[in-house]
């Protein structure tokens, strides 16, 4: 099945006339809108759309990027609880940081991210890592992330 993207997605960008599998299309693309059929009178009302959305995918694409250099420039402090040191005088954490606790210091500095666009690995010591933060349209961000021993009363 022919079918025009309105929407970027993988390999494919606005505006783009691709054969896909037919399943892929009538039970993916279409129900998402990420693309329609691509009929005689469709691809000729759609080379007037094309235009605007190449220009609005590109304005979300820009404002993206502009939240991933602020992301950046913060840096997240995480305090959580450790038990003794072992042998080799490492301290480990009770558990360990998830997306949750990020996505909660992000909140407080005004970023509105959800935690499934976090991706880290799990976090078991005290010490100072990098995570990514995923924003869509494969635009990412690395922020730095300190988890500290929490002060004892």
């Not at 094309?50 to 993206?64: A, F, M, N, R, S």
């Amino acid at each position: 099945m022919k079918v025009i993207f309105t929407q970027n997605i993988e390999n494919h960008v606005v505006g783009d006339i691709k054969d896909v599998p037919d399943g892929y299309a009538r039970n993916f693309l279409v129900p998402r809108g990420i693309a329609i059929p691509a009929t005689p009178s469709e691809i000729q009302n759609i080379e007037k759309r094309i235009e605007k959305l190449k220009k609005d995918e590109g304005e979300k694409v820009k404002k993206l990027e502009e939240t991933a250099l602020r992301l950046g420039k913060i840096n997240i402090e995480i305090s959580a609880e450790v038990g003794p040191k072992d042998d080799e005088g490492i301290q480990k954490l009770f558990g360990s940081i998830t997306n949750a606790q990020v996505e909660e210091e992000l909140t407080k500095k005004g970023f509105e991210i959800d935690k499934k666009d976090i991706d880290f690995e799990p976090i078991k010591k005290p010490g100072e890592y990098e995570i990514t933060v995923k924003l869509g349209h494969g635009v990412e961000s690395k922020v730095p992330l300190k988890v500290t021993a929490k002060k004892e009363k």
